[in-house]
């Protein structure tokens, strides 16, 4: 039952901005560290935005500045807006989530993925 589903996703021209939702079911996670990341073909998941349990947000460097991550426990849904998009954001995006307050840069340590949702940014 617990699960968590992203949408948000589509084609968008660089400069463009989207909004991705990440829904939850099957649990509670407003104590949970939940995250974003994405993957591009050929590449290796990274890290792109972190809230985690108490409030604390992390950015990656690439990130910063054009994506803000916030998270609606009402709602049970966790957000990525982001803004001023460049080719080099194409990638699948995923939402994760831990069992902890405290989130981690590494993607192993998240053991609740989404099923990601594809962003595809042109010049």
């Known amino acids: 039952q617990v699960q968590l589903v992203e949408s948000g996703g589509g084609s968008v021209q660089a400069g463009g901005s989207l909004r991705l939702s990440c829904a939850a079911s099957?649990?509670?996670?407003?104590?949970?560290?939940m995250g974003w990341f994405r993957q591009a073909p050929g590449k290796e998941r990274e890290g792109v935005a972190t809230f985690n349990g108490l409030g604390s947000l992390w950015y990656a460097d690439s990130v910063k500045g054009r994506f803000t991550i916030s998270r609606d426990n009402a709602k049970n849904t966790l957000y990525l807006q982001m803004n001023s998009l460049k080719p080099e954001d194409t990638a699948m995006y995923y939402c994760?989530?831990?069992?902890?307050?405290?989130?981690?840069?590494?993607?192993?340590?998240?053991?609740?993925w989404g099923q990601g949702t594809q962003v595809t940014v042109s010049s």
């Open positions: 994760a989530a831990r069992s902890s307050v405290y989130c981690s840069l590494s993607a192993s340590s998240y053991n609740i």
């Open positions: 099957g649990y509670t996670y407003s104590s949970y560290c």
